[in-house]
C-alpha cells in the first residue's frame, strides 16, 4: 500500500481532514507519518488523536528551497518508508519552499493544496490578493509540486464564488470548504494508479 506523509506547519485541517478520510477506509493509503517545521503547529496534536505518528523537523533560521533541511526531511520519509517507489507527500499548508534535488528524488509524487484557481495568484496570501485583483471567482487547486512555485500539473480545481462583502477571513473559510473536498479526492486518485501525466496535463480515469 502506498505510504503517506503529510506536511504542515500549522492549523492542520486539510491533513486531518485527509486523515479522517483514510480512517474512513475511503482513501486505501497508508498514513506513515505526519511532519511540521514548526514545533507548536497545531495539526502535531491532531495527528497524534488520530493514532498517526508525528515528527518535527524544524526550519526556523534555514532558508527555503534549501538542501541542507530537506535532506533531514528526506530522513525521516525515509524511516518511514515514505520512498520514490512507493510513497506519497502531501503538502498541507506547508509554508516552506523545498529545493530542487527535493522535488528531483519524488519526483511525480508531492501534492500540494493552494487557496487559489492557479495560475492565478500563487505564493503567499492568495486570497487578499484575489480579494485586491478584484476577481469574481476564485477557489483552491491541487497540483504536482515541481521546481517553481505553485506551477506544477494541476489535477483538481474548486471554484468558488467572491462576494462583494468578503473579508480575506471569509473568503478564506469558503475556499477552505472546498479545499476538503479536492484533496482527499486527489489523494484517492493517485492512490488508485488513476492519475496520468501526459506533457504536463494529468489526465484522470
Ligand atoms: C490552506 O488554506 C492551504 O491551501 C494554504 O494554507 C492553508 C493551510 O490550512 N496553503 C498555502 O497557502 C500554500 N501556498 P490547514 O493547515 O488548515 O490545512
Not at 46 to 52: D, F, H, N, R
Not at 104 to 113: A, E, M, P, S, T
Not at 167 to 191: D, G
Request: glycine residues 8%.
Amino acid at each position: 500500500m502506498l505510504n503517506i506523509a503529510i506536511l504542515i506547519s500549522g492549523r492542520g485541517s486539510n491533513m486531518e481532514n485527509i486523515l479522517k478520510s483514510v480512517k474512513k477506509n475511503k482513501i486505501p493509503v497508508n498514513p506513515a507519518v505526519v511532519i511540521s517545521n514548526k514545533p507548536d503547529a497545531k495539526g502535531l496534536k491532531i495527528a497524534q488523536k488520530l493514532g498517526v505518528k508525528t515528527e518535527i523537523v524544524e526550519s526556523d533560521g534555514l532558508k527555503g528551497g534549501n538542501w541542507e533541511y530537506d535532506s533531514k526531511l528526506v530522513s525521516i520519509l525515509e524511516k518511514y518508508k515514505v520512498t520514490p517507489q512507493n510513497g506519497l507527500i502531501c503538502l498541507a499548508g506547508f509554508m516552506r519552499i523545498l529545493s530542487p534535488e527535493f522535488i528531483k528524488h519524488y519526483k511525480g509524487r508531492i501534492l500540494n493544496i493552494h487557496p487559489a484557481i492557479l495560475p492565478s495568484f500563487p505564493g503567499l496570501h492568495s486570497q487578499k490578493q484575489a480579494l485586491e485583483y478584484g476577481v469574481k471567482y476564485t477557489g483552491c487547486t491541487v497540483h504536482f509540486v515541481d521546481e517553481g512555485i505553485d506551477t506544477g500539473p494541476i489535477i483538481l480545481q474548486s471554484v468558488v464564488k467572491v462576494k462583494d462583502d468578503d473579508t480575506e477571513e471569509t473568503l478564506a473559510k469558503r475556499i477552505l470548504k472546498q479545499e476538503h473536498k479536492i484533496y482527499p479526492k486527489a489523494v484517492k486518485l493517485f492512490a488508485n494508479g488513476k492519475i496520468k501525466i501526459v506533457g504536463r496535463k494529468p489526465i484522470l480515469s
